[in-house]
């Protein structure tokens, strides 16, 4: 089959993964539709310059080549984008305030049966909470915990610019010496720091929470150590850990010190880098960094 029937397919199967995406916003369908766009420019250019003989190279050299100007083009885009967000006031830990604005949960089929499943498992609903990132727009989670309060489930509802809303879960069990299992599906990039005694796992391609609350189950199960119970509630919890993130990674060089920050930014050359990494490495391989 010639090239331009495949190229044909690749646009049309590209133009139905945006329209599923919209109402379900998943985000390996994004990684899907990254990839045809990725594979669909490069091949497309290049069948382009051979057919009006603009280069007189063979296509294999053509189509690497614009495979590379894609790569290089995200790059700039993203360290602009990195760079845009350190420059901006919008905080990297914000603070969140208890949610009383009766939004505490979208109104759709798919994301009410999540809460369904969780009050059959046996957790409760603890607070809700949001933090405003900036012109108005608001992150906003659920808390819930078990009967046991050993573990804690963080619903994250993120909205997107096409307007559909992407659930992401943080799983979280304290263990004795000050030991945190942390487990969670969140695809935004991160790059920073977390303290020695948080032993997180981030699997991002894992968007079943039956599944995720397994494995979190079966790390604990694994260190051998008792899980403890949660001693305070989820908002002072979760300031508090917003605070300690901004201290370590301002002590271990991935932000800039407080009083610089208006000048140079709040996030360092090392830190952008480790972001653009973490970037490129959610977008098109669905993995985050090991944060061992």
């Not at 331009?4 to 993964?17: D, N, R």
């Not at 804690?152 to 799983?171: D, E, H, K, S, W």
């Not at 008792?226 to 990674?249: C, G, S």
């Amino acid at each position: 089959m010639h090239l331009s029937y495949w190229l044909f397919g690749s646009v049309l199967l590209s133009l139905v993964l945006i329209q599923i995406n919209q109402r379900i916003g998943s985000p390996l369908l994004l990684i899907v539709d990254r990839w045809l766009r990725w594979f669909g420019f490069a091949l497309g250019a290049a069948m382009i310059c051979r057919y009006y003989q603009l280069v007189d190279r063979p296509f294999w050299a053509l189509a690497v080549s614009f495979f590379l100007i894609w790569f290089l083009g995200e790059t700039l885009y993203s360290w602009l984008a990195i760079s845009a967000l350190s420059l901006s006031p919008l905080p990297l830990f914000p603070r969140y305030a208890l949610n009383s604005s009766g939004e505490e949960w979208p109104v759709q089929p798919r994301l009410l049966k999540i809460r369904t499943w969780l009050r059959a498992q046996g957790f409760q609903p603890l607070q809700a909470l949001r933090a405003e990132i900036g012109g108005g727009i608001y992150l906003r989670i659920s808390v819930y915990q078990d009967a046991a309060a050993t573990t804690r489930i963080q619903i994250t509802f993120l909205p997107q610019a096409n307007g559909a809303i992407t659930v992401c879960y943080a799983l979280a069990t304290p263990l004795g010496d000050g030991l945190r299992v942390v487990t969670d599906n969140l695809y935004i990039p991160f790059g920073g720091f977390y303290p020695e005694n948080w032993l997180v796992e981030r699997r991002p391609w894992s968007r079943s929470l039956p599944r995720l609350l397994s494995r979190h189950r079966a790390r604990v199960t694994a260190l051998s150590a008792a899980p403890e119970a949660f001693a305070i509630e989820p908002i002072a919890e979760l300031n508090a850990a917003q605070h300690e993130l901004d201290r370590l990674n301002t002590e271990l060089g991935f932000l800039h010190p407080h009083n610089e920050r208006d000048d140079h930014g709040k996030i360092t050359q090392a830190g952008r880098y480790r972001v653009w990494k973490e970037i490129w490495m959610l977008n098109y391989l669905g993995r985050s960094a090991r944060y061992r």
